[in-house]
């Protein structure tokens, strides 16, 4: 059973629906036992670094999604936010460490329109099974810089800025835009982690 993780943010709603229409069994959930016990874990996210880790640790979920991805080995799909979290800080929120299941940062753009908002075009890596070149849509003013370049799955450009879009390393898939919000490119995005 696939869990989508419910800390109360992200775009829950929307993950279901493209679940839905792809006939994928799922449920939406913050227990500790499904999460430990799912075939796949989707972890969907919008909003704020700090905010979205001192949540995790506040229900008693930041350690079970390190366990569930590094111990267990469950496939994870981070989406946004669920990108940033795996790395060990932001400068959204320097005080707080991320989940630093991955080695890393998150830099926040400096160019001039932030957020980045609307269709942007992804160029994939060698390190790819589940993308191709297309756009997809973005909502983000951060971007994850990995200490593990060979990680990265796709990169994208915003203001002359390349940045790495998407990851990959065993288990592991999260990308910095939002599939569920990317039409025929989200679906089959969706279609081959799903199948994998």
């Given at each position: 059973m696939i869990v989508i993780t419910d800390y109360g943010a992200g775009?829950?709603?929307?993950?279901?629906?493209?679940?839905?229409?792809?006939?994928?069994e799922y449920k939406i959930s913050s227990e500790?036992?499904?999460?430990?016990?799912a075939s796949a874990i989707i972890f969907p996210g919008q909003g704020h670094f700090g905010q979205a880790v001192n949540k995790l640790?506040?229900?008693?979920?930041?350690?079970?999604?390190?366990?569930?991805?590094n111990i267990k080995k469950i496939k994870f799909l981070g989406i946004c936010l669920g990108l940033q979290i795996l790395f060990e800080k932001s400068e959204e929120a320097p005080e707080v460490k991320?989940?630093?299941?991955?080695?890393?940062e998150v830099k926040k753009f400096t160019c001039n329109k932030i957020p980045q908002i609307g269709w942007n075009n992804i160029t994939v890596t060698g390190n790819n099974t589940y993308l191709s070149n297309d756009y997809y849509y973005?909502?983000?003013s951060f971007y994850?810089?990995?200490?593990?370049?060979?990680i990265i799955s796709s990169k994208c450009n915003y203001s002359g800025i390349d940045f790495c879009s998407s990851i990959q390393k065993n288990n592991i898939t999260a990308v910095q835009f939002h599939p569920e919000k990317s039409s025929e490119a989200g679906i089959k995005f969706f279609q081959k982690w799903l199948e994998s």
């Open positions: 775009n829950l709603k929307s993950i279901a629906n493209i679940l839905d229409m792809l006939n994928a500790q036992e499904d999460i430990l016990s640790n506040e229900i008693g979920l930041k350690n079970t999604i390190i366990e569930a991805v991320g989940l630093s299941i991955l080695k890393g973005f909502v983000n994850v810089i990995p200490d593990d370049n060979t």
